[in-house]
């Protein structure tokens, strides 16, 4: 029961965003790259509650690393979910309330090196169990602007 006060009173204390209307599709499953190669990262257990979330949200206030955590609603699928940003200009990763299902943008997945390293710690350190396929086949990394910018102007 304590951590269901707990939960409340932490969910209410999120700062509230007006309701999401973009396109959002809900995450089982995603490409992200290790080594050089692809890996298919699948959710196989999701949390039976969000306390391992709060303590890792309060873990990065204490060290003064970035997070934005917020509360909001998804028109599209009907559910209340708790908003996770890395950073000011990451894609948010949703987290439904009642079910635990995991929502992005559907652009997002498109351009996975902006969401990727989000999902993968969101879901790591707010419980959900994750089973990585590694594969043979070879990715392309993402060159940042800037690294591309700086091999075109080595002459």
């Given at each position: 029961?304590?951590?269901?006060?707990?939960?409340?009173?932490?969910?209410?204390n999120l700062?509230?965003?007006?309701p999401?209307?973009k396109?959002v599709v809900e995450?089982?499953?995603?490409?992200?790259?290790?080594k050089g190669?692809l890996?298919i990262?699948?959710?196989?257990d999701?949390?039976l509650?969000?306390?391992?979330?709060?303590?890792?949200?309060?873990y990065?206030?204490q060290?003064?690393?970035p997070l934005i955590?917020?509360?909001?609603?998804?028109t599209?699928?009907d559910?209340?979910?708790?908003?996770?940003?890395?950073?000011e200009?990451?894609h948010?990763v949703?987290?439904?309330?009642?079910d635990?299902a995991?929502?992005?943008?559907r652009?997002?997945?498109?351009?996975?090196h902006?969401?990727?390293?989000?999902?993968?710690?969101v879901?790591h350190?707010?419980g959900?169990?994750?089973?990585?396929?590694?594969?043979k086949t070879?990715?392309?990394g993402y060159?940042g602007f800037?690294?591309?910018?700086?091999?075109?102007?080595?002459?």
């Open positions: 029961m304590r951590n269901m006060i707990d939960w409340d009173t932490f969910y209410k700062q509230w965003l007006p999401y209307h396109n995450v089982r499953r995603f490409l992200d790259i290790s190669h890996v990262v699948e959710i196989k999701y949390p509650d969000f306390s391992k979330l709060m303590e890792w949200v309060e990065r206030k060290i003064g690393k955590v917020f509360r909001t609603y998804l599209k699928y559910q209340h979910v708790v908003g996770i940003k890395m950073h200009d990451d948010p949703f987290i439904s309330i009642h635990f995991v929502y992005v943008k652009t997002a997945l498109t351009k996975s902006r969401i990727r390293t989000t999902l993968r710690y879901l350190y707010s959900y169990k994750l089973k990585y396929k590694y594969t070879k990715a392309n060159l800037k690294t591309k910018q700086t091999q075109l102007c080595i002459t």
